[in-house]
Structure formats: structure tokens, C-alpha cells
């Protein structure tokens, strides 16, 4: 009898074993389902930037054509305006325009970072080779000769 009773129990234990072990197995099963629920309430991984409750546009990536660079430069003065607290120091100012940076430009940043260039440091002087780099040299010759060629009516 106590042998019979002995089954029982090991009976018993092994269907609770197994039922657990099932649960958990539904459990894990389910979790992909939930995954991406999950993850649709995170905040993006590059939300756009908010002031007060106003949505700022995103500034498209600079690849280092002449002709988009005093757009880009506008865009990014934009930024640095709208938001001072952010862009105090130049390491952030200088980060902020190597994260929209891509293919040549971003290229001539990565250079940059490699050979620890004192102009990661100065705003001043990034500014000033990265327009000597990308901008484009004939537009002020352009702006000159068309306002020469202006005249009062």
C-alpha cells in the first residue's frame, strides 16, 4: 500500500513538473507575439526633436555636395538657434553636425576622429575648414556679379 501510494505521489509531482514546464514553454512562446506591441509604445530610436510641444523638422543627412551646403549649414544654425541650452559647448555643436553627417562628409569627420584633430575641440575651426572643405566656392562670386548687374527701376 504505502509503495502504491509512493506512485501516486510521484504521479502527481511529475504531471505538475510537466504542466509547469508547459506553462512556461506558452509563456515564452508568447512573448515574441508581445514583442513588438512592447516596443511599438518605446519612443523611436531618433524621435523627432520637440520644443515646447512644437515639432522640429529633421535635418537630412549632408553627403558633402557644394550645392546643399549652405542649406545644410542653414538647417543646422537653425538648430543651434532654437535651442542654446542644448548646444552650449562645441563638442556638442560638433557632434550634433557629424550625426547628420553621411557618405564623403561623414568620411572626412571619421578622418578627423582618427587622427584626433584639435578642430573636435573648436567650433570656431571646424566651422571654418568644414566650409573651406564643402562649401561651394563660386556662390559668392555668383551673388557679386548678380548684384552688380541689379538695377533700381
Not at 508568447?30 to 520637440?50: D, G, M
Not at 584633430?117 to 555668383?142: C, I, M, T, V, Y
Request: hydrophobic share 40%; net charge neutral.
Amino acid at each position: 500500500m504505502m509503495v502504491h501510494q509512493l506512485d501516486e505521489i510521484a504521479k502527481l509531482a511529475m504531471q505538475q513538473a510537466l504542466q509547469e514546464s508547459q506553462a512556461q514553454a506558452q509563456a515564452q512562446a508568447q512573448t515574441p507575439a508581445q514583442v513588438p506591441s512592447q516596443l511599438q509604445n518605446l519612443p523611436a530610436a531618433n524621435p523627432q526633436p520637440r520644443i515646447d510641444g512644437i515639432r522640429i523638422p529633421e535635418i537630412q543627412k549632408y553627403s558633402g555636395e557644394s550645392g546643399r551646403f549652405r542649406a545644410f549649414t542653414a538647417e543646422i544654425k537653425r538648430q543651434f538657434w532654437a535651442r542654446p541650452d542644448v548646444f552650449q559647448s562645441d563638442h556638442n555643436k560638433i557632434w550634433f553636425i557629424s550625426s547628420h553627417l553621411a557618405g564623403h562628409a561623414a568620411l572626412w569627420f571619421d578622418n578627423l576622429i582618427d587622427t584626433q584633430s584639435p578642430l573636435l575641440s573648436d567650433f570656431k575651426g571646424f566651422e571654418n575648414e568644414f566650409q573651406k572643405r564643402f562649401s561651394d566656392p563660386g556662390h559668392q562670386a555668383r551673388a557679386i556679379t548678380q548684384l552688380h548687374s541689379c538695377r533700381q527701376s
